[in-house]
């Protein structure tokens, strides 16, 4: 009886390892068109299933420069960025993140502006 309780027990830890991981899946894909930016990108995003996210672009020291788009994701979408940050400035040439933030799971993209 202990066996199988203990068999049992460990089926379902497996189960939530499972669901676990298949959660972290939902985003496939995060592609910049053009790359490197110049004046503008569209950035193109591919989820397998619609999840609540937060998009945004990063400095490099983590800085939240732009929020992109806060909601439920649809499975392939697109936001236009024209390198204004959140008060409207155009963002110097460098290195930028796009930053996915999806429950607990977190994807970024490096992107670099050019000029």
Same mark, same amino acid.
């Not at 068999?7 to 496939?28: N, P, R, S, T, Y």
């Not at 020291?61 to 024209?82: A, P, R």
């Not at 996915?100 to 050019?114: A, D, M, N, P, Q």
């Given at each position: 009886?202990?066996?199988?309780?203990?068999?049992?027990?460990?089926?379902?830890?497996?189960?939530?390892?499972?669901?676990?991981?298949?959660?972290?899946? &939902?985003?496939?894909?995060?592609?910049?068109?053009?790359?490197?930016?110049? &004046? /503008?990108?569209?950035?193109?995003?591919?989820?397998?299933?619609?999840?609540?996210?937060?998009?945004?672009?990063?400095?490099? *020291?983590?800085?939240?420069?732009?929020?992109?788009?806060?909601?439920?994701?649809?499975?392939? *979408?697109?936001?236009?960025?024209?390198?204004?940050?959140?008060?409207?400035?155009?963002?110097?040439?460098?290195?930028?993140?796009?930053?996915?933030?999806?429950?607990?799971?977190? /994807?970024?993209?490096?992107?670099?502006?050019?000029?």
């Amino acid at each position: 009886m202990k066996k199988a309780a203990l068999i049992l027990g460990l089926l379902g830890i497996m189960m939530l390892g499972v669901l676990f991981a298949q959660e972290a899946d &939902a985003l496939k894909e995060i592609k910049a068109n053009p790359e490197p930016v110049e &004046a /503008s990108t569209d950035i193109i995003f591919v989820f397998n299933k619609k999840v609540p996210v937060q998009i945004s672009i990063q400095n490099g *020291f983590g800085d939240v420069i732009k929020s992109l788009y806060s909601g439920v994701s649809e499975l392939n *979408f697109k936001i236009h960025w024209n390198r204004t940050d959140d008060f409207g400035n155009y963002v110097p040439a460098g290195a930028y993140y796009i930053v996915v933030t999806e429950g607990r799971y977190t /994807s970024t993209k490096k992107t670099l502006i050019l000029k």
